[in-house]
């Protein structure tokens, strides 16, 4: 290994390991749980402190809850328990999706939330992207007195009131035409902005600048308007200033293994093609075994009752081109490696004497011509 291969190995394990320390920073403090109650796959994250409000959090169509985790990240930096989960037929969740899975799974991260220590059951709220924003905005309507605060985020469909649900917030990216058409759809319908939230008729929409459907989950700004919505509605006064970098952490993870792949392939390769190579072979060799397959392969077309010539050339051509008399001249000239005349080898084989052939047998077809490698 050369100096300077061994030098972008030795940076690239520095990186692993600064990487793992901030994957590792990122959940200082916090209680990490996975959990699975009735087949639902969940991931519980929370501070190590008491009477905490609890959110639930719902991932989107084609998501799972690892892409939520920004969001439960925050929130518990903050103070809040977080549960998030994979619905049917997403993530790890090998249920098949069905009309009713959203609300039935939400129904069982909702009291697994409960079973938490530490988690104040007056205090819950709802987050929820895309798919989960219909469903969480579905389950504070429908369950209005059970949560205080629903924050969706690029929204889908649900009927809304200037009642219900409690404390709507609505989320949108910059570059989410259709949802940020249909968020302004909901908020009127919703009654409009408004600060009341004292008693549940707060309604806010947030457009979260350069962001499009996937890239508002990663945003800081989108987090943010989500804690403070939720410390605003619970009165929670955050010192916190914990902005979720675990995606920088990954990506530098991802290059230091490159760097340590590109430092190591070249060295393994070249092993393995040392131990992989075939001494040379000199042309005396090849042109004897050359010799030794024409035979062969003359041998085993020439009919018994025929002389064959043998001229010892090295071909590889098809066998059918050799039957006419054109071909085999011009297969001859183009022969790249020739042996010279001497070695040219006639073969006349016995014909069994005609007295002793029986009648059926005294016909002789005629011999056909010499067949020329």
């Known amino acids: 290994?050369?100096?300077?291969?061994?030098s972008v190995l030795l940076i690239?394990?520095?990186?692993?390991?600064?990487?793992?320390?901030?994957?590792?920073?990122?959940?200082?403090?916090?209680?990490?749980?996975?959990?699975?109650?009735?087949?639902?796959?969940?991931?519980?994250?929370?501070?190590?402190?008491?009477?905490?409000?609890?959110?639930?959090?719902?991932?989107?169509?084609?998501g799972s809850k690892q892409l939520m985790s920004g969001y439960a990240q925050v929130l518990a930096h903050a103070g809040y328990a977080v549960m998030l989960w994979d619905f049917s037929g997403h993530g790890a969740n090998t249920t098949p999706l069905e009309g009713v899975s959203l609300q039935k799974d939400l129904d069982i991260a909702y009291k697994t939330l409960l079973e938490q220590p530490g988690v104040d059951p007056t205090r819950l709220a709802l987050l929820g992207h895309s798919m989960g924003s219909g469903a969480v905005m579905s389950a504070g309507i429908s369950n209005a007195e059970r949560f205080a605060a629903t924050i969706a985020i690029s929204p889908t469909g649900a009927?809304?009131?200037?009642?219900?649900?409690h404390n709507l917030q609505l989320q949108a990216g910059g570059w989410e035409g259709r949802f940020i058409t249909n968020a302004q759809r909901l908020l009127k319908e919703a009654g409009g902005e408004s600060k009341n939230l004292s008693q549940g008729r707060g309604r806010s929409l947030v457009i979260v600048p350069n962001a499009e459907h996937i890239t508002i989950?990663?945003?800081?700004?989108?987090?943010?308007?989500a804690r403070q919505w939720l410390d605003a509605t619970f009165g929670v006064q955050?010192?916190?200033?914990?902005?979720?970098?675990?995606?920088?952490?990954?990506?530098?993870?991802?290059?230091?293994?490159?760097?340590?792949?590109?430092?190591?392939?070249?060295?393994?390769?070249?092993?393995?093609a040392d131990s992989m190579k075939v001494p040379p072979r000199s042309l005396v060799e090849v042109r004897v075994e050359a010799l030794k397959g024409s035979l062969l392969l003359a041998l085993h077309f020439a009919p018994a009752t025929t002389?064959?010539?043998?001229?010892?050339?090295?071909?590889?051509?098809?066998?059918?081109?050799?039957?006419?008399?054109?071909n085999r001249q011009a297969l001859a000239e183009a022969t790249t490696v020739d042996v010279p005349e001497s070695t040219t080898t006639v073969a006349k084989l016995p014909v069994p004497s005609p007295q002793k052939q029986p009648k059926a047998a005294q016909k002789v077809p005629p011999l056909s011509p010499p067949l020329v490698l």
Not at 1 to 6: A, G, S
Not at 243 to 271: E, Q, T
Not at 307 to 326: E, G, I, N, S
Request: aromatic share 10%.
């Open 307 to 326: 002389a064959f010539v043998f001229r010892p050339r090295l071909l590889v051509v098809p066998l059918p081109m050799l039957k006419t008399r054109a």
């Open 1 to 6: 290994m050369t100096r300077q291969r061994f």
């Open 159 to 165: 009927v809304v009131t200037p009642q219900v649900p």
């Open 217 to 225: 989950l990663f945003r800081n700004i989108s987090h943010q308007a």
């Open 12 to 62: 690239a394990l520095l990186l692993i390991l600064l990487s793992w320390w901030g994957v590792a920073a990122a959940r200082s403090g916090l209680v990490v749980r996975t959990l699975e109650r009735d087949r639902l796959p969940m991931l519980y994250i929370a501070p190590q402190r008491e009477m905490m409000p609890g959110v639930l959090v719902a991932h989107g169509f084609a």
């Open 238 to 272: 955050s010192t916190s200033s914990y902005v979720d970098r675990r995606m920088i952490w990954y990506g530098l993870h991802l290059l230091a293994w490159l760097m340590v792949l590109g430092s190591v392939a070249p060295i393994a390769l070249s092993s393995s």
